[in-house]
């Protein structure tokens, strides 16, 4: 058989950029063979098709993205410096360098649910992984001391899921740093009321 001629796992970051950044219906197969530096018959060999190719993408997104928000809460032992150090980084573009590219799965959501019912469930199943990770955070806090005892961890981390959503949403249309340093402080309300 014959080799690759291309890096499979460079090809499919590339292809996963023109996703973030085009959605799934806008991102043209000409479009992503070129990002990817590979030929129409390399991508259907190794991929089977665009379909398959954006379900690799979303993979190696939520993969990705999981183990960044995982890293950037142990970056912290305590709570609310967690949440703040994490909240920040979103705001200056996280590891992806790009505000305006928001969040992948919260883009497949808006663009392809309902009618795209594996996707949506990925996409879905990722936010519920991240809340389980604040969930867990949040338990620490509990656990330490940090939070009051008898905050509901689930309740607050679901909370803060649906803040870092909106968050990462509005950041797409390049607030002013005022304005994204407010939101990030109301934010963390959430927490502060849930101190010992």
């Known amino acids: 058989m014959r080799p690759r001629a291309f ?3 460079q090809a499919l970051d590339a292809a996963m950029r023109v996703f973030w950044a085009k959605g799934y219906e806008a991102a043209s197969l000409s479009e992503l063979t070129e990002k990817m530096n590979i030929r129409k018959p390399s991508l259907y060999a190794t ?3 665009k379909r398959g190719l ?3 993408s979303l993979d190696r997104y ?3 993205h999981l183990e960044y ?3 950037m809460l142990e970056r912290e032992s305590a709570v609310i410096p967690a949440f703040k150090s994490l909240l920040n980084d979103l705001a200056e573009g996280g590891r992806a ?3 305006t590219l928001g969040c992948l799965a919260v883009l497949t959501l808006d663009e392809l649910a309902p009618r795209e019912a594996e996707w949506t ?3 879905w199943a990722h936010q519920l992984r991240l809340a389980e ?3 867990n955070k949040i338990a620490e806090g509990l656990e330490s001391g940090e939070l009051a005892p008898g905050q509901d961890a689930e309740a607050l981390g679901r909370a803060l899921l649906a803040s870092v959503i909106g968050l990462t949403v509005m950041l797409k249309t390049l607030p002013d740093r005022a304005f994204t340093e407010s939101t990030i402080s109301a934010t963390l309300t959430l927490l502060k009321e849930a101190q010992s």
């Open 121 to 123: 469930e990925k996409a």
């Open 133 to 135: 990770l604040f969930r």
């Open 47 to 49: 991929f089977g098709d």
């Open 7 to 9: 890096d499979e796992e």
């Open 54 to 56: 954006f379900g690799r």
């Open 62 to 64: 939520t993969t990705r």
């Open 69 to 71: 928000i995982q890293r």
């Open 97 to 99: 360098g790009d505000p």
